[in-house]
């Protein structure tokens, strides 16, 4: 997706370990133009799979779930990483291990809302050592609902996580993916 | 706005204490149709006023900043609950007490994303105590900016957070106000 490759040329920024900083339009400023098109990106890859919930984690995957969504005109579910007073019924968890954060916690979905019959698109910002998303692979297995597609806006291709995602014969669209960022130059995969 | 009024008389549940869960259509599971027509709303009510970004906080908040700023075609910048080793920079802070879980924690924002010359629409999916908005009017007041108006999807009128963000001068709007939820029955605001 060249808009999306022009806005990390551009505007993104590679700090020490492999950080890549893109809170200036998709996780703490958003774009709204560019989330529009990756919304619509979302939903012209995977408009043929009878999707009919579109699942994500909190917080930033949430602006991309909205986004996607809104074309599909189903509706979202995000998981949640921090235990709430608010949730109750029957929990599905999983536990996810943030790099970033240097810590593990569960991430949890109500299961009333993945019934069984739903076909799920799973969308969340970034895919690197796939940790989230593997929890919410898990979460959707368990709750005994079909996993329609995977869409990533930012996949670090040199990571670990979307061999083993896809190992799981899963397939996860990445709207970029970075092939290496050494020394602050970020080099796309072409595939994508 | 009444589709709002007629989701949270339908597919609400009050829980002892003032809890009014709305995790079926608004802060777990999201109606996308319903999102979009809040933003919609929200656009109505304050397209006068020059807005030039929506500010909310994270997680719920930022799918209702997101269906807003689609409508004003202005950037989304979402607080942050929890520091993350990715924010760096200047940043903005105000202390936020929750009372669902119970705790009192710093929201921020990079400075960087609050120029002075930004006029704000701050939202938000709940109003009741006040803190969270209180912090988030904090912020843009520092920042130098201005709060161009205040949009709330759900307003416990019955509580004291409106009360004291109004008194502040702000014009705090509220798609839907409630005036009472005694015994599980919720009445609401006709002034709304």
């Given amino acids: ?24 339009f998709l996780n703490h400023q958003i774009d709204i133009d560019l989330l529009g098109e990756v919304g619509r990106e979302f939903y012209q890859r995977f408009k043929s799979r009878g999707i009919t919930k579109v699942l994500t984690i909190e917080a930033s995957g949430i602006a ?9 005109d189903v509706p979202v579910v995000f998981a949640k990483k921090h235990q709430t007073k608010n949730l109750d019924g029957e929990l599905l968890s999983a536990p996810v291990t943030s790099f970033t954060h240097g810590r593990t916690y569960d991430v949890t979905v109500e299961k009333k809302f993945l019934p069984p019959e739903d076909t799920v698109l799973i969308v969340d910002d970034f895919l690197a050592k796939g940790s989230a998303l593997s929890g919410l692979c898990d979460i959707v297995e368990r709750a005994g609902a ?29 709207l970029a993916r970075i092939k290496s960022m050494n020394e602050g130059r970020i080099v796309f995969d072409d595939a994508e």
């Fill in 1 to 24: 997706m060249e808009l999306l490759r022009q806005a990390i040329r551009e505007r993104a920024v590679v700090r020490p370990g492999d950080v890549l900083k893109v809170d200036s």
């Fill in 64 to 72: 991309i779930a909205v986004a996607t969504a809104q074309y599909f």
């Fill in 146 to 174: 079909k996993v329609g597609g995977i869409g990533i806006v930012i996949e670090k291709g040199f990571d670990v996580g979307g061999g083993l995602i896809r190992a799981r014969g899963y397939d996860v669209q990445s």
